[in-house]
């Protein structure tokens, strides 16, 4: 039996892993699948990749692009979900913000820097016509560290998926003024470049009994009713995620990628952009 480490976002869109765990499809092909839940998001994962306490990581395309560039020893082997995450701004209910434009000059609460939170913000802040390098950043960590920041006051806005934080919406504790969608497919597997050296053949095994899983996924009687107990969800709010949500079987392709580079030469988050062998499998 082959350990393989691997780590995501406590979060929905990695449901089909969880079940391919439990029904123990990776044990059938020997492989010791060991999933760790990762509430920091992007750039902790990022760091886990670096220093190997993860070996394969399902992770916001934008943020592992921007760490490869600065020279994460892994590679993008497959696009995970090919719709966009629709991240939404939110504001603490008790606020006097009521629409975006209020929120020019304020600060972002992020997870931490290099985190999807962080990037999405000057993603926002261009798309309004404001100057990037003005941004404030409060780090938060985590959903629960956002919640104590605009609470308090230390941060005036926070973006994060808006699915996951639609119930503290619906509990009154934030308020959602607007949502950005990102402009290219949201999660991508990478995996560092020593397991792809050495164990190919892994790789590729898991990578087809995930997309077999993922292809069906919609399909799994009373998936709704899974998700919605599973992730404390409304079965509407599920319904309507699941409606809007791609996921994918295929590798980046070369136009996906310079799209993101451009977008992140331009807003200054990379000061160069990295060849498609460097950053993605071929």
Known sequence: MKTIKIAGVPEHFNLPWHLCIENGEFEAHDIDLKWTDVPEGTGKLCQMLRNGETDIAVILTEGIIKDIVSGNPSKIVQVYVQSPLIWGIHVSAASNYKTLS???????????????????????????????????????????????????????????????????????????????????????????????????????????????TTEEFKDIPSIDKTLSSRYNQKIEDIQEWLALTEWSQKTLDDKTLNNVQNQLLELSIIDKKGTFADIAQI
């Open 102 to 212: 209020d929120l020019k000059g304020t600060k972002a609460a992020i997870s931490r820097i290099g985190s999807g939170s962080q990037l999405m913000a000057y993603v926002n802040a261009h798309s309004q016509g404001w100057k990037t390098e003005n941004l404030q950043f409060e780090i938060v960590n985590t959903i629960d560290g956002a919640v104590e920041a605009l609470t308090a006051g230390t941060a005036d806005y926070f973006m994060w998926e808006r699915f996951m934080t639609k119930p503290l919406v619906d509990k009154g504790i934030f308020r959602r003024i607007a949502d950005c969608p990102t402009p290219w497919p949201c999660f991508v597997i990478a995996v560092r470049n020593e397991l792809l050296e050495t164990q190919p053949e892994i790789i590729k095994t898991v990578l087809e009994i995930i997309n077999q």
